[in-house]
């Protein structure tokens, strides 16, 4: 008995110090972490918008819309989610003046629509690639800048509608945890049916449901892809001998590869968020069975916010238009200083 018990108490011991030193090896990582991303987020996705906008990087108005969309939604979520609740959460000591501002589900609701639209609008663009590539007589009356702005537009709307439910079920005062809410609720709110059906609904339209329908997508077009050009090969080889090369092909493919690494940057980097968010929710409902740390929800959180500055990074290395426009813009001041000492 003696020795069952010391057995069991070895255990929780070590269980308890593994705990704490994950906890303080976590925070301390964050503490660097957050910041840094914070001050590359911002500026990258600011330069993003603006070398975008110009219009000079060769890719058509319509795909330049959702590019442009998608980088403003980024930017909203590293301000809105990195810098007004994460960095606060980490630094409470220095933010603890937040708890006395009573605007958290104001926040809550601006955070959770620029995340909806961060998300949905990789949906988006990936069902406009989608139609582009597979469906050749859909293609002109869908792939346009008109029918972009009118879907983002849609999404945008939509995003703000669905997530002003958190403005009555959260208070406006700020509980500085880090925890999936960062508010304090109303009372009675986390056991109650409805908070139940509004939480399992919110992480169904986000992130689970566009996790799907990106896989599904992508499914389809790799599938149209990969028959159309086994059959283009075959004829061309028949027809032209000495000219293998294909225009048209090169060109698809340099969208294919900025559609499938913006897919793949985006599954990669929710995946643990969402996997989180679902064995949440179904241990709430009774039916856990692993046990998942804490520490899962702080990593998941952190690569979902390291998607928000990585498009950047996607566009540099797979259009080399977009390359020379940031070579440009980074020149530009030193070039304009150069100028005026002559």
């Not at 703000?160 to 925890?179: E, H, R, V």
């Not at 996997?275 to 009774?286: A, D, E, H």
Request: proline fraction near 3%; charge should be positive.
């Amino acid at each position: 008995m003696e020795r069952g018990l010391s057995f069991w108490y070895d255990r929780l011991t070590k269980h308890y110090h593994w705990t704490w030193l994950t906890y303080y090896a976590l925070r301390l990582i964050q503490f660097f972490y957050y910041p840094i991303l914070a001050i590359v987020g911002v500026p990258v996705n600011s330069l993003t918008i603006s070398i975008l906008h110009r219009g000079k990087c060769g890719l058509s108005k319509c795909v330049t819309r959702y590019l442009v969309a998608m980088a403003v939604g980024d930017l909203l979520v590293v301000i809105f989610d990195l810098i007004l609740r994460q960095i606060p959460i980490v630094f409470d000591d220095q933010f603890s003046f937040l708890m006395y501002i009573p605007v958290c589900n104001i926040h809550a609701v601006l955070l959770y629509a620029a995340t909806d639209c961060s998300v949905w609008f990789t949906v988006t663009f990936t069902f406009d690639r989608c139609v582009a590539i597979c469906c050749q007589k859909l293609k002109n009356k869908y792939c346009t800048q008109k029918t972009a702005s009118v879907v983002l537009g849609t999404v945008t709307v939509l995003s703000c509608l669905k997530n002003t439910y958190w403005y009555f079920i959260l208070t406006g005062w700020y509980s500085l945890d880090n925890a999936p809410w960062f508010c304090y609720a109303i009372e009675n709110a986390l056991e109650s049916t409805v908070w139940g059906s509004v939480e399992f609904l919110h992480y169904i339209l986000n992130p689970c449901v566009p996790f799907v329908l990106i896989l599904v997508l992508n499914f389809f077009t790799i599938r149209y892809i990969l028959i159309t050009s086994s059959a283009r090969r075959r004829l061309r080889a028949h027809n032209n001998r000495e000219n293998p090369r294909d225009p048209e092909m090169e060109s698809r493919k340099k969208s294919i590869v900025l559609l499938f690494v913006i897919s793949a940057n985006f599954i990669l980097l929710w995946s643990l968020f969402m996997f989180y968010s679902i064995w949440r929710r179904m241990s709430f409902l009774g039916y856990e069975t692993i046990h998942l740390d804490w520490f899962v929800l702080e990593i998941g959180l952190m690569l979902q916010l390291l998607s928000c500055c990585t498009n950047t990074c996607i566009y540099a290395i797979t259009q080399s238009k977009f390359r020379e426009q940031v070579k440009h813009v980074l020149k530009y001041p030193f070039v304009s200083i150069w100028s005026l000492t002559q």
